[in-house]
């Protein structure tokens, strides 16, 4: 049994809104794990219960990230999967990474939550670029 991957959507389009919607569902499945079970104590260490505008703004950033991560991987022409983790290590690092270290330093909070969150934004970009490699380059 094969399954050609780019077959399993009728356009491109079809192609990168499902994996917009697959990569934003799975970002944030990883977050609820990685924070309610890798990392509870920096969890408790931000402080601050998990809100409804706090769920609505965190499905629209994923929304957004799922969509620019599969319209970098697509548009540099990713030949293969290490490529694409290749690229998903360079959004985290140039993109991801800069704003998660300003804005630590600029809360004051412990060294733990600035390494569980540049963690999981690390594993969230190669996970995103997977998901790409795997649902929109076939």
Do not use: C, H
């Amino acid at each position: 049994y094969t399954w050609e991957r780019r077959r399993a959507y009728s356009s491109p389009v079809q192609a990168m809104t499902a994996y917009i919607i697959v990569g934003a569902i799975a970002t944030w499945g990883l977050g609820w794990l990685w924070y309610q079970y890798l990392f509870p104590k920096v969890r408790e260490e931000f402080g601050v219960p998990p809100s409804t505008r706090t769920f609505v703004i965190t499905a629209v950033a994923l929304l957004v990230l799922s969509a620019a991560v599969g319209v970098f991987i697509k548009n540099r022409q990713v030949v293969d999967t290490a490529d694409a983790l290749r690229l998903g290590f360079k959004i985290w690092l140039g993109f991801l990474l800069p704003v998660l270290v300003t804005f630590w330093a600029s809360v004051g909070k412990s060294i733990n939550i600035l390494v569980a969150t540049a963690g999981y934004w690390l594993v969230a970009a190669l996970l995103l670029a997977l998901l790409a490699d795997w649902m929109i380059l076939g």
